[in-house]
Nanobody, 118 residues
Framework: VQLQASGGGLVQAGGSLRLSCAAS????????LGWFRQAPGKEREFIGA????????SYVDSVKGRFFISRDKTQNTMYLDMDNLSPDDTAVYYC????????????WGRGTLVTVSS
């Protein structure tokens, strides 16, 4: 499995942005794909994830109602739609994958930088 995140950029506070995570694999059945971010000087944090097979999502409280994860099975792509962005959302965003039986994410893509200006 290989992952590639894209879509980062500069956006004003209150704006929106969509990130994409292109995934290469024969099948993602049984996999969870997730989004993480790492702000300057901070540890990497989990944002949310989607179960590829049925599209069920989960989020951390800090992004609930503002961030939305979806996937397009035909394109093998996961998306992160971010609304009402604030400067606190400035970070490098990563997508990652884990098989359902694994406890941690073991496949990582290169990050994409999101900068939110005030």
């Amino acid at each position: 499995v290989q992952l590639q995140a894209s879509g980062g950029g500069l956006v004003q506070a209150g704006g929106s942005l969509r990130l994409s995570c292109a995934a290469s694999a024969r099948t993602f059945s049984g996999w969870f794909l997730g989004w993480f971010r790492q702000a300057p000087g901070k540890e990497r944090e989990f944002i949310g994830a989607i179960r590829w097979s049925n599209g069920i999502t989960s989020y951390v409280d800090s992004v609930k109602g503002r961030f939305f994860i979806s996937r397009d099975k035909t394109q093998n792509t996961m998306y992160l739609d971010m609304d009402n962005l604030s400067p606190d959302d400035t970070a490098v965003y990563y997508c990652a994958a884990r098989f359902f039986s694994q406890s941690s994410y073991g496949v990582w893509g290169r990050g994409t930088l999101v900068t939110v200006s005030s």
